[in-house]
């Protein structure tokens, strides 16, 4: 198994440009999220999904948009890059109940200029 | 706002010897989590500790949790250089999944 895959593992935009991170995952995972990393400021929740079709916001949501569409996939997408959204980009998955560990991406470093 | 917050920010110790790290959090939780992350790559999950729980082992790893004092402790037993990395606690609540994370520990062990 593949696990959580992101891509891309690098990204520089210039601010105002818009993209997408991608993100799947092969475990039939319910629970999907997304998480930045900032030094110092430890990983805060952008966005997360319970399930196909569900989504809801975490605790930085401001500037990005996400959908699930399917059950594998859970992009997030990045309206209009800002410098304040330069920062490491964490993918995570997880069934909804008994075992709720996290399985992480390795994450896509995207700098915004 | 972080739920979580460790201390101490920073632990360097020689291999050989045993680190501890420790986890307060806010909020009421379902189960309190440790994860590490060596550098350039994504968490991994180490151990999870539920609400009604008070220790846990797995290998050289020991948790506790005191939810009186809203606090968790990670005790890494004999470390080796490959302990070396970033350590995160985080709370889980009851929306399955969905955590909480702490601001990290950076433990480097020196052969």
């Known amino acids: 198994n593949a696990g959580v895959t992101q891509t891309p593992k690098f990204q520089v935009l210039k601010t105002g440009q818009s993209m997408t991170l991608q993100c799947a995952q092969d475990?039939?995972?319910?629970?999907m999220s997304w998480y930045r990393q900032d030094p110092g400021m430890g990983l805060r929740l952008i966005h997360y999904?319970?399930?196909?079709?569900?989504?809801d916001q975490g605790e930085v949501p401001n500037g990005y948009n996400v959908s699930r569409s399917t059950t594998e996939d859970f992009p997030l997408r990045l309206l209009s890059a800002a410098p304040s959204q330069t920062s490491v980009y964490f993918c995570?998955?997880?069934?909804?109940?008994?075992?709720?560990?996290?399985?992480f991406g390795n994450g896509t470093r995207l700098t915004v200029t | 706002s972080q739920q979580g917050e460790e201390d101490p920010q920073a632990l360097s110790i020689q291999e050989g010897e045993n680190a501890t790290m420790n986890c307060s959090y806010k909020t009421s939780i379902n189960n309190l989590q440790w994860y590490r992350q060596n550098s350039g790559r994504g968490l991994v999950h180490l151990i999870l500790i539920r609400s009604n729980e008070r220790e846990k082992h797995s290998g050289r790893l020991r948790v506790t949790l005191d939810t009186s004092k809203k606090s968790s402790s990670l005790l890494i037993t004999a470390s080796r250089a490959a302990d070396t990395a970033s350590y995160f606690c985080a709370t889980g609540h009851n929306q399955g999944g969905k955590l909480i994370f702490g601001q990290g520990t950076e433990l480097s062990v020196k052969p």
């Open positions: 475990m039939n995972h319910e629970y």
């Open positions: 995570a998955s997880s069934y909804s109940s008994g075992d709720w560990a996290l399985h």
């Open positions: 999904s319970v399930g196909a079709g569900i989504t």
